[in-house]
């Protein structure tokens, strides 16, 4: 596989937005499947029925890239992998909808972007796709281990000048 690839196919996400018996917030989106795209698609309406809406985004891919290779591992290894689905709220010819923005296979970048302010939901992972992200993540993950934890620099004057004594001894004593 090469170092950056992508799904040989495009995705479509199925957005559902369901009712809620609550007084603040009277119904739900979520994403209810991702699939294949098929020719031509385009974003319409697939159902609208008792409350309940579903929607259909097409146009989505699937890129691998070396440097999220630990989000995929993490990805991987939970209990059910799984599609990172961003979406936002927006209006589409006149209706609000939860518009899919972005649909990844990384854990590091779905955390990055709810820490973003982003909403994040998942699905689970077919076998086919996990098989595809497993030979990618076992040919170009390599484990670096523990970064180095930093010295704190929050405690000024006294602190550091106590650090700083010591590292100093400490290298006395090794040289």
Same mark, same amino acid.
């Given at each position: ?7 040989? #196919? ?27 795209? +098929? ?87 077919? +076998? ?25 620099? #929050? ?21």
């Amino acid at each position: 596989m090469e170092k950056n690839t992508e799904l040989p #196919f495009t995705l479509s996400v199925i957005m559902q937005r369901v009712p809620m018996n609550n007084r603040w917030q009277p119904f739900q989106w979520k994403p209810l499947e991702i699939l294949a795209d +098929t020719p031509d698609a385009k974003i319409h309406q697939l159902m609208s029925g008792d409350g309940e809406q579903r929607w259909l985004f097409p146009g989505f891919s699937a890129t691998l890239h070396v440097d999220e290779t630990p989000g995929y591992f993490l990805n991987l290894s939970s209990e059910t992998p799984c599609w990172f689905v961003m979406w936002r709220m927006e209006e589409v010819d006149g209706v609000e909808l939860a518009v899919p923005k972005s649909v990844s296979l990384s854990y590091d970048e779905a955390a990055r972007q709810i820490d973003g302010g982003e909403q994040v939901d998942i699905l689970p992972l077919s +076998t086919d796709v996990a098989a595809w992200l497993a030979e990618y993540t076992q040919q170009y993950f390599r484990y670096e281990g523990k970064k180095p934890r930093k010295r704190p620099s #929050f405690e000024g004057g006294e602190g550091v000048q106590k650090m700083a004594i010591a590292e100093a001894s400490v290298n006395r004593k090794t040289h």
